[in-house]
């Protein structure tokens, strides 16, 4: 099967960063799930801090490799061109800076001084496999971060980087650079960019119907007929709803 089409060479419709980031991460997956995709949402990571706007925006990648003592010592970060910070020097405004550790977190990817230097930069947001260092700063940050947790040691402890802007995985999730990541307090889905448009025309019409199931549920409806609306009678109560909505 060949490979995907380069995802950053996938024009996105002006709107749907926006329309997305009024989504829900729930309703991403149930939409990508009916397309097949059933491996879409991030595995083991989750916001730090709460009270983050909805994160949304592009995949600018960076992926990790097993640490060895010969390539990671501490003066590695004395080096011009370490991929670690090349990455947080140029990944672009508004993307998502996306890394591969391998799932594993016993070992920071990053810490606060660099998740800050991304956010100065104009980065919409950061999302890890592995740990986070100074969490509590990171947590303080604007920026949304998404962690497998907090962890102390210096990444050169177990993660050596090596490629930015290539395909990775994180937390079991193909990434593909330029691919869409959308996070909220359910976590992180990787929207494939050749979807993304037609996803963000459809989540909507989906939530607005859920707002109207809930309200439907809060009057003890049973769900059997409502939740999917196999009884006709539900969508004509949904129309004369969404149409007091716009009166």
């Known amino acids: 099967m060949p490979n995907p089409q380069p995802a950053e060479t996938i024009k996105l419709h002006?709107?749907?960063l926006d329309r997305l980031s009024k989504v829900s991460t729930a309703t991403v997956a149930t939409l990508l799930y009916k397309r097949g995709y059933q491996n879409a949402y991030v595995q083991g990571v989750a916001p730090l801090g709460k009270g983050k706007p909805t994160l949304v925006g592009p995949a600018?990648?960076?992926?990790?490799i097993p640490a060895r003592p010969d390539t990671d010592p501490i003066e590695a970060f004395r080096e011009p061109?370490?991929?670690?910070?090349?990455?947080?020097?140029t990944c672009p405004e508004r993307a998502v800076l996306v890394m591969d550790c391998r799932q594993d977190a016993s070992a920071a990817s990053a810490g606060s001084i660099l998740l800050t230097r991304l956010e100065m930069r104009g980065?919409?947001?950061?999302?890890?496999?592995g740990g986070i260092r100074d969490a509590d700063g990171a947590a303080a940050l604007e920026m949304p971060v998404f962690a497998a947790k907090p962890s102390a040691p210096t990444n050169l402890t177990k993660h050596h980087a090596v490629d930015i802007g290539l395909p990775i995985g994180c937390g079991g999730v193909a990434v593909y650079p330029g691919?869409?990541?959308?996070?909220d307090g359910d976590g992180v889905m990787i929207i494939p960019r050749h979807l993304a448009d037609d996803i963000a025309i459809e989540a909507g019409p989906m939530e607005l119907f859920e707002r109207f199931v809930l309200e439907e549920v809060r009057k003890n409806t049973p769900v059997?007929?409502?939740y999917p609306a196999t009884d006709p009678d539900v969508l004509e109560r949904f129309e004369v709803w969404r149409a007091r909505l716009s009166d």
């Open 81 to 89: 061109d370490h991929p670690q910070r090349v990455a947080v020097e």
């Open 60 to 64: 600018f990648t960076l992926r990790y």
């Open 14 to 16: 002006p709107d749907t």
């Open 224 to 226: 059997i007929g409502l």
């Open 179 to 183: 691919d869409i990541v959308l996070g």
């Open 123 to 129: 980065a919409a947001g950061v999302v890890t496999d």
